[in-house]
């Protein structure tokens, strides 16, 4: 099985990497998350209904091809991704959905950060603050507008709602 790249893997890569279960491909969360790495799972066919296991805070589905596909992007981030495109944006809005945050000043934020998420970003031009255990976007308007049409939670981050484009 010859498992190609698309922007739609991305997102559902840049979801699971930071949410993900011990078991399985999968993810861990709040209801609205299992919800979208669900459907997202599903329309793009990595898995059928009967074969998506869902248990208290998490869906998960083996697939050892996939799994395998996953941990080898994860590995190549930098390289894979190293382009302002649909697939970046993709995978970047994957990471927001996971551990993004808009505060009430409007300070966007990502969490859990590994070296290679900061080199990523970084080298796409996303400047970025330590503060805490948290990292936080110096120009947020240029981030969310790149994402801006990739991310699925958008309820999450109202601020969406006001980006032009």
């Known amino acids: 099985m010859k498992i190609k790249l698309t922007p739609e893997l991305s997102y559902i890569?840049?979801?699971?990497r930071k949410t993900r279960t011990t078991e399985g491909i999968g993810v861990r969360g709040e209801d609205n998350l299992l919800e979208v790495f669900t459907m997202e799972v599903l329309n793009q066919e990595l898995t059928t209904t009967d074969k998506l296991l869902s248990e208290s805070g998490r869906v998960f589905f083996y697939h050892s091809s996939y799994r395998k596909f996953f941990q080898q992007i994860e590995k190549e981030q930098l390289e894979r991704f190293k382009y302002l495109n649909e697939y970046a944006a993709n995978y970047l809005a994957g990471l927001f959905d996971a551990t993004g945050i808009i505060d009430d000043k409007g300070i966007v934020s990502l969490g859990n950060l590994t070296y290679?998420?900061?080199m990523l970003l970084l080298r796409l031009g996303f400047i970025l603050r330590k503060r805490?255990?948290?990292y936080i976007l110096e120009r947020p308007i240029v981030f969310l507008t790149f994402i801006k049409n990739y991310v699925k939670l958008k309820k999450k981050h109202k601020a969406f709602d006001y980006i032009k484009g």
Do not use: K, N
């Open 132 to 134: 805490d255990m948290r």
């Open 13 to 16: 890569i840049g979801l699971w």
């Open 116 to 118: 290679q998420d900061q």
